[in-house]
């Protein structure tokens, strides 16, 4: 089977970039379009919606969509999210826009908005990213409040059930997205309360004038080691904007898309002439095959959008699903297909 799908994303994907992206650019632009990780994106979708309908840029929607999924009580995203192995909850945000700036928080504890702080990073200084204490007092400057530090009761007793056996294996369990009932505590779908393990929120949009941006916020791989930062909020790695080309973001387990820049890689695949749909099944075939029998323990989704609102996505395993939203449709939540089928 592995074989038969490696010959069929060879023979539709690699030979395609004759299709040529100058073609593609000049087809008439679908306006606007959002694309958000998740069925949750329904949330994150409806927010950006709104602000690029009244006409505001793509980098304001998606800077809102981030901030609407971080309001939610959720296990992934947020201060609502589960704490690292140590119980403190630790954040990280990434933002890019259409001009190629770009802003950064990692782990970041105690504030409530880390993708509005990344935003702030990108516009008041001089750097592209800042981490731990330093980024929190810089957040504090720039007049964000200092939240209590409390878990959520979901969180809490998500981590209570976590300490009974206080289990640190990182290599997540697929089972759990299939819909199958066998799991451990890192499965990327469900923890012992039910809820998702580290499932990043990231969106992407085009706005009314043609200009792409995207954001990607997490709280991080539940019960990870101190200080353990994933993909979430390095540019290249997460997330990556070309607005000549395309924006991509990813979600799924950090380690395995930072090895090949993942999202960077999906936009060059892209400027090679794939579609956005053909770039993240060729993206997830570079990391699969690095290790394929590891990667059946993993999960990686990414989801693409060009500068025409033509979008798509694809994942390692079946399970990840993405929200879209364009003028024919607002929030329909589609399944991506999958390199394991």
């Known amino acids: 089977m592995i074989k038969s799908r490696r010959r069929f994303i060879r023979n539709s994907a690699l030979g395609l970039p004759v299709l040529s992206l100058k073609a593609k650019r000049f087809r008439p632009p679908i306006l606007p379009v959002v694309v958000s990780t998740w069925d949750s994106g329904t949330i994150a979708n409806e927010t950006a919606w709104s602000a690029l309908t009244a006409g505001e840029k793509a980098l304001d929607a998606v800077e809102k969509a981030g901030i609407a999924i971080e309001d939610v009580v959720s296990c992934c995203v947020g201060l609502g999210g589960n704490p690292d192995r140590d119980g403190f909850v630790t954040l990280d945000a990434c933002i890019m826009d259409e001009e190629a700036n770009i802003g950064s928080v990692a782990f970041l504890e105690r504030i409530k908005h880390p993708v509005s702080v990344a935003r702030k990073v990108m516009e008041e200084t001089p750097h592209v990213m800042l981490v731990g204490i330093g980024a929190q007092n810089f957040a504090i400057q720039q007049g964000f409040p200092l939240e209590s530090g409390e878990l959520s009761p979901a969180a809490r007793k998500t981590y209570e059930k976590w300490l009974e056996k206080s289990e640190y294996n990182p290599r997540i369990n697929i089972e759990r997205t299939q819909g199958k009932s066998k799991g451990g505590p890192f499965a990327p779908s469900r923890l012992p309360d039910g809820s998702f393990n580290h499932d990043t929120m990231g969106t992407i949009a085009l706005d009314q004038s043609g200009n792409l941006s995207g954001m990607c916020t997490t709280s991080g791989m539940g019960f990870k080691m101190r200080g353990r930062v994933g993909d979430s909020p390095i540019i290249g790695a997460g997330l990556f904007v070309d607005n000549e080309v395309g924006a991509v973001v990813c979600t799924g387990q950090g380690e395995e898309v930072i090895r090949v820049a993942g999202a960077h890689l999906v936009v060059e695949f892209m400027r090679d002439g794939l579609s956005p749909k053909e770039a993240c099944m060729k993206g997830i075939e570079r990391i699969v095959t690095r290790d394929t029998e590891r990667a ?38 589609l399944d991506s297909e999958s390199y394991f089928d």
């Not at 060009?306 to 994942?315: I, L, R, V």
């Open 296 to 333: 059946k323990d993993f999960q990686v989704g990414f989801i693409a959008l060009s500068p025409t609102g033509e979008y798509g996505a694809f994942a390692v395993q079946k399970g990840f699903n993405y929200t879209i939203s364009e003028p024919d449709q607002q929030g329909i939540v």
